[in-house]
């Protein structure tokens, strides 16, 4: 397969995976173009590739920038911004897992943590099935959070070292 061939399957397919994880496709298709890219690109590199209005490259280029997977460049002497994206991919996928951990989890926790408050008798099973059911919910997204915690500040040899020693 040649390079050129390769670099729009996987930008393709990087796409069709983006939209499976609630990432709007073309966000995930500019992703997957500035991790493959070995150069910064412009806006109008991004459209040219991907044959994409200027308004979706910017728009999704400034929601790569807050979820910190891409940056701008500047680049010396030149007028129009430059974009490149993290090439490493333990600090891809934590940088992820932070963004997604912000936008889902934390307000699902914080909504949990104000569903436990409830009048009512607790011997009614009507209320002691919601708040079983709401407080096991809470339990497993505080565990899920300490996990994704601790998975963040990790050593990526560390994580992967202790991952391998769950499946032997």
């Known amino acids: 397969m040649k390079l050129t061939e390769a670099k729009q399957q996987f930008i393709s397919s990087w796409g069709a995976f983006g939209t499976q ?6 966000m ?5 173009l ?3 890219s070995a150069e910064p690109l412009t806006q109008d590199d991004i459209m040219e590739q ?5 308004g979706n490259v910017n728009m999704n280029i400034r929601d790569l920038i807050s979820w910190g997977l891409v940056d701008r ?3 010396q002497g030149e007028r129009k911004e430059y974009f490149t994206a993290e090439k490493d991919t333990w600090k891809v996928a934590t940088q992820i897992i932070k963004e ?8 699902m926790l914080k ?4 569903l436990e408050i409830i009048e009512g008798d607790k011997k009614d099973k009507d209320v002691k099935q919601f708040i079983d059911t709401v407080s096991g919910i809470r339990k497993f997204g505080n565990q899920a959070d300490k996990m994704l915690e601790m ?9 992967l070292g202790g991952l391998l020693k769950i499946f032997k």
């Open 111 to 114: 909504l949990l943590s104000q």
């Open 100 to 107: 997604r951990k912000k936008r889902e989890l934390d307000p």
């Open 21 to 26: 994880w609630g990432i709007k496709r073309t």
């Open 73 to 75: 460049v500047v680049m």
């Open 151 to 159: 998975m963040v500040k990790a050593d990526e040899s560390w994580f």
């Open 50 to 54: 991907l044959n994409v209005s200027r």
């Open 28 to 32: 995930a298709q500019i992703h997957a």
């Open 34 to 36: 500035l991790m493959v």
